[in-house]
C-alpha cells in the first residue's frame, strides 16, 4: 500500500516547496523506493496551458501530453518517474470533473458541496497519481491561509486520517528569516504558520525551515517547542548555489530516515553517488561559454527554467561553464545585432504570439551568417525556416502564417492550411479555442543518417515532446532543400519536418519539439551537450586568434 507525503507551504510563496519535494523524492528513489509525485494547484485554470509565463513561469509538457505546473519539471529532474495527466490538478480541473458527473446525474439527486463531494473526488485524483508506487509525494501549491486552498487541505486532512500515521505524514515549508537590523533570526512567522496549519487540523510532522543561514540549536529548539514537532525534524534548509546539492543537504540532515522511520520501513541506505558527479562536475569545470537566449521574458528566468536547467545539464556533461546572457528580441528590433557581439552561441526558444518576432529572425540571420552555433526551439525553428526562405531562397514575405496569415508564401503555417492545393487561402476566423487544440506531448521522430541530430543522438528513433500549432510547409521543401537545409528528422509517419540542420554551418539547428523538458541532470540532453560543445570550439578558436602570437 503507497504511504502518502504531503508537502504544504507556509508564511510566503516560492520557497522551494517543489525541490524540496523533488529533493525528497531523489533521495528516497536512492534507497530503494518507488516515487510518485503529485502537484496540487489551488488556482481556477483547469490546467496552466493557457498561462503566461509572466505570471506563473513555463508551462511543462509531460509524455502523454499534458501541459502541467512547471513543478513537475523539477519532479522529472530530480526522480526516475514519469509524470503526467494524473500527477497535476488544479481546483478548475477538480471542479470540472465534479459538475460533469453532477450533469450526468451521478449525485442521485444530493445536494453537490465542497465536504464531500470536492475533497473526495481531491482524494480520488490523489490515489489515482500515486499508481502503484511505494511513496507518493503530494505537493499543496500555494500558501497555508489562502483561501483558495482549503478544499485541497481538508481533503489531505482527512486522507490523514482515513491512512493513519503510519502511511501518510506531513511535512510543512517555511521562512526563518534574518533581520539584519536587528541582527536576529526570527522563529514567529514559522510559529504562525504551524498555528494556522494546525487550526485546519494538519499537525505537520517535519518543518523545512528555509532560511539563509543555518538554523542555530536556539531556534531549533524554540521551533520545535511552539510547534510540537520534534527537534530532529525541524530540517535547515539554506539558501544553496546549486539545487543539485539539496538530496545531499536533506539527507545530511537525516531527513529520509525520520521518514522511512515513522513508516515503519527497513531501507537500505542512500545511495546519491550520481548526485555527487552532478554537483561535483561545477568543480572540473574548465571552460566557460556565453549563450545568447533571444527571447521576451528576459526579467524571469521562470519563464523558461527547463531551458536554463538542460543548458546546466550540458555545462554539468561537457565541463563548461554555461553563462547565460538573456537578450531582449524587441531590443534587436531597435537596437540592431550588435547586441549579439561576443557571443559563443545562440538559442531562439519556443514562444507564442508577434511580439519580437522580427528580432528572433535577425538573430538567426546573424548565426548563420556569422557561424556562430544556433539552435532553434520550436518557434526558433520555425523562424529559422522563414529566416532561410527570405534570405537563401530569396522568398522575401515569407512568413508563418501564426504572424502574418496574408504572407505569400506561407513556409510555417497550420497543416490545414498548407495542406489546400493551391496553398494560397489561409484566413483563419481568428476565434479559435486555443484551449487544447494543440501537438502535444512525446511524438516519435526518425532520424536521417549521416545527420548531425543523428550523431548526437546515437540513433535512429527518438521520442521528444511537442507543443505547438504550426509546422513546416512541405510544399517548400525543395525550394529550402536547394538551398543547403537539410531535413535530418522526421516524424515516424513521415509526414512532418521535425529537425532542420545546415551542414554547412559550424553547428545551426532546429527542432520542432521541446529538448529541454527531457533533460536531466543526472543524464544531460544530447542536443544541448552538443550545442554547448560547438559553443566551446567556437569560443577556443575566438581565444587563440585574440591571443598575442
Ligand atoms: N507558436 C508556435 C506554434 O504554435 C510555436 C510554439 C512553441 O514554440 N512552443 O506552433
Redesign the pocket.
Known sequence: MTRFIFVTGGVVSSLGKGIASASLGAILEARGLKVAMIKLDPYINVDPGTMSPFQHGEVFVTEDGTETDLDLGHYERFVHTTTGRHSNYTTGRIYETVIQKERRGDYLGGTVQVIPHITDEIKRSIHAGAGDADICLVEIGGTVGDIESLPFLEAIRQMGTELGSGHALFIHLTLVPFISASGEIKTKPTQHSVKELRSIGIQPDILICRGDRPLPPEERRKIALFTNVSERAVISAVDVEDIYQIPELLHRQALDQIVSERFGLELPPADLSDWRVVVEARHRQDGEVTVGLVGKYVDLSDAYLSLNEALKHAGIHTLTRVVVRYIDSERLETDGVSLLEGLDAILV????GRRGIEGKIAAVQYAREQGVPYLG????M?LAVVELARHLAKLGEAHST?FDPATPDPIIALITEWQQADGSVHQRSGREDLGGT?RLGGQPCRLMSDSLAHALYGRELIIERH????EFNNRYRAALESQGMRISGWSADGRLVEIIELPDHPWFLGCQF?PEFTSTPRDGHPLFSGFIRAARLVRERRDQQAAPA
Open positions: 526558444p519556443g514562444g507564442f526551439i520550436c518557434l526558433g520555425q501564426e494543440m507543443r505547438h500549432r504550426y521541446h
